[in-house]
């Protein structure tokens, strides 16, 4: 049997002396160490997606302060970004009083659908305001509500922090009016 050895030479280049492209890549890694500026051409997809969701909400958030329209939803949710947070189970009730359309006395009355704004209460017109803070038709289930949030705050309560911090209790108060009977 015969035997083998094989040898393995290594040649090197110091600092890649002579060869131009290794100089080249040398000059750039020790400028590159140098630079404090860290400078990707690459940005990830995600990146750009998140970024152009970041841009439309601002916008949609301008749009939102500058039109003169829904003034009631405005006050229940002033803020865009912490809206579409929420997960709301939307009722007939639900939106008909973050709108103030639909289902109110004096929504109705307004398009000449009812003769009189009036609440059945008698102690004003049947409005959001008056339907949250003031119908006394509603005085056990507001005063339902108004226990749950004066253990932590006080009443009354901004129609911002009844969608926010009190969503659970303020959909049970809206949800108890019947509006047939109202």
């Not at 080249?24 to 750009?48: C, G, R």
């Not at 289930?141 to 309560?157: C, G």
Request: hydrophobic share 30%; charged share 30%; net charge positive.
């Amino acid at each position: 049997m015969e035997r083998r050895e094989w040898t393995i030479k290594f040649t090197w280049i110091k600092a890649h002396a002579g060869n131009h492209g290794n100089e080249i890549a040398d000059n750039l890694a020790k400028e590159a160490t140098k630079n404090k500026e860290i400078m990707y051409n690459k940005i990830p997809k995600s990146q750009i997606v998140q970024q152009v969701k970041q841009q439309s909400i601002e916008r949609w958030q301008t749009q939102w302060e500058q039109t003169t329209k829904g003034s009631t939803t405005k006050q229940f949710f002033p803020n865009i970004k912490e809206r579409l947070k929420k997960r709301l189970k939307l009722t007939p009730n639900f939106t008909a009083i973050v709108t103030a359309h639909g289902k109110t006395k004096a929504y109705l009355h307004r398009f000449k659908i009812i003769d009189s704004p009036k609440c059945p209460c008698e102690t004003g017109n049947q409005t959001v305001n008056h339907l949250i803070y003031e119908c006394q038709r509603l005085q056990k289930e507001r005063e339902a509500l108004i226990r749950n949030i004066t253990e932590q705050d006080t009443w009354p309560s901004d129609k911002s922090d009844l969608v926010n911090k009190y969503i659970k209790q303020f959909t049970q108060f809206i949800n108890s009016i019947d509006f047939d009977k109202m």
